[in-house]
């Protein structure tokens, strides 16, 4: 079983970067697709972005396509989301999620396709 820790939240101005990684631990870590996700106050849990087992199948909500980044470093096992231009409607939660997949290329996007989460980790951005 894999234990997800998301760090790197925090308060970011409209405009800014802001960077959060999910480090694993528990598994081998090049065996689940993962993903980010996030619930902002009030609003019900929303994917953001998602990459394969192999890193090369990436994909984003409409949202944040364009502006944010999902990247993974197998031997570090370690998965990152860069976000750029961020907009104070980014302020959420941003959780970290692993599937077991034997598909190297395959991404997952729906809450019930995941089997790990994180506990997550706050971003606010302020206007």
């Known amino acids: 079983q894999v234990q997800l820790v998301e760090s790197g939240g925090g308060l970011v101005q409209a405009g800014g970067s802001l960077g959060v990684s999910c480090a694993a631990s528990g598994g081998t870590f090049s065996t689940y697709a993962m993903g980010w996700f996030r619930q902002a106050p009030g609003k019900e849990r929303e994917f953001v972005a998602a990459?394969?087992?192999?890193?090369?199948?990436?994909y984003f909500a409409d949202s944040v396509k364009g502006r944010f980044t999902i990247f993974r470093d197998n031997a570090k096992n370690t998965v990152y989301l860069q976000m750029n231009s961020l907009k104070p409607e980014d302020t959420a939660v941003y959780y970290c999620?692993?599937?077991?997949?034997?598909?190297?290329?395959?991404?997952?996007?729906?809450?019930?396709?995941?089997?790990?989460w994180g506990k997550g980790t706050l971003v606010i951005v302020s206007s």
């Open positions: 999620a692993a599937r077991l997949t034997a598909h190297s290329n395959i991404y997952y996007r729906r809450d019930n396709d995941m089997h790990y």
């Open positions: 990459i394969s087992r192999s890193g090369d199948s990436t």
